[in-house]
Antibody
Framework: QVQLQESGPQLVKSSETLSLTCTVSGDSVSSYYWSWIRQPPGKGLEWIGYIYYNGGTMYNPSLKSRLTMSVDTSRNQFSLKLTSVTAADTAVYYC??????????????WGPGTLVTVSS | DILLTQSPSSVSASVGDRVTITCRASQGFNTWLAWFQQKPGKAPKPLIYATSSRQSGVPSRFSGRGSGTEFILTISSLQPEDFATYYCQQSKSFPLTFGGGTKVEIK
């Protein structure tokens, strides 16, 4: 069974860069599409984007100008960097598998999430 | 972007009740609608994909249907562990988007 685990600083200062890593176990990052989703406290879910193992990406246009995703196949990890953060970027950040099999197109497995707070 | 509007935003129900949640899309599509269940402090759990297919291990009391701009999640007989918030999500086009959520509360 594939498992995902987010890691990174829980507190980031306003205007700085938020960096998170998702470590995958039980499968290879050279499969699937690897996605990030976030959820501000008490609010709904927002899809951030995904990266494929070959480096191909699809980003949410609302975040695209500040966003970079990368994948490290040797460590079985993928990462997220979001620049120039503000309080609006405070959220629980989840990594997830996006299954692009034509019979599914589904976010099948999720990490437990990590709360990142942006402080002034 | 495809906007997904869920109704109701919250519902109070008793164990054994039938609960129906509606997800309306700003643009029509036929298949790529998923449903998730989220409990406080936990990641969303996938329930349904491709409108009506249950994820592995999901009880048969959960069912999904719909097409066009209206999609429905039904819980046929509510169980104590079903009290949670439910979200719909579309994969018809990017960016992927989610509905605002429906909280199922104990009556």
């Amino acid at each position: 069974q594939v498992q995902l685990q987010e890691s990174g600083p829980q507190l980031v200062k306003s205007s700085e860069t938020l960096s998170l890593t998702c470590t995958v176990s039980g499968d290879s990052v050279s499969s699937y599409y690897w996605s990030w989703i976030r959820q501000p406290p008490g609010k709904g879910l927002e899809w951030i984007g995904y990266i494929y193992y070959n480096g191909g990406t699809m980003y949410n246009p609302s975040l695209k100008s500040r966003l970079t995703m990368s994948v490290d196949t040797s460590r079985n990890q993928f990462s997220l960097k979001l620049t120039s953060v503000t309080a609006a970027d405070t959220a629980v950040y989840y990594c997830a598998i996006y299954n692009r099999d034509p019979s599914k197109y589904s976010l099948d497995y999720w990490g437990p999430g990590t709360l990142v707070t942006v402080s002034s | 972007d495809i906007l997904l509007t869920q109704s109701p935003s919250s519902v109070s129900a008793s164990v054994g009740d039938r609960v129906t949640i509606t997800c309306r899309a700003s643009q029509g599509f036929n298949t790529w609608l998923a449903w998730f269940q989220q409990k406080p402090g936990k990641a969303p759990k996938p329930l349904i994909y491709a409108t009506s297919s249950r994820q592995s291990g999901v009880p048969s009391r959960f069912s999904g249907r719909g097409s066009g701009t209206e999609f429905i999640l039904t819980i046929s007989s509510l169980q104590p562990e079903d009290f949670a918030t439910y979200y719909c999500q579309q994969s018809k086009s990017f960016p992927l988007t989610f509905g605002g959520g429906t909280k199922v509360e104990i009556k």
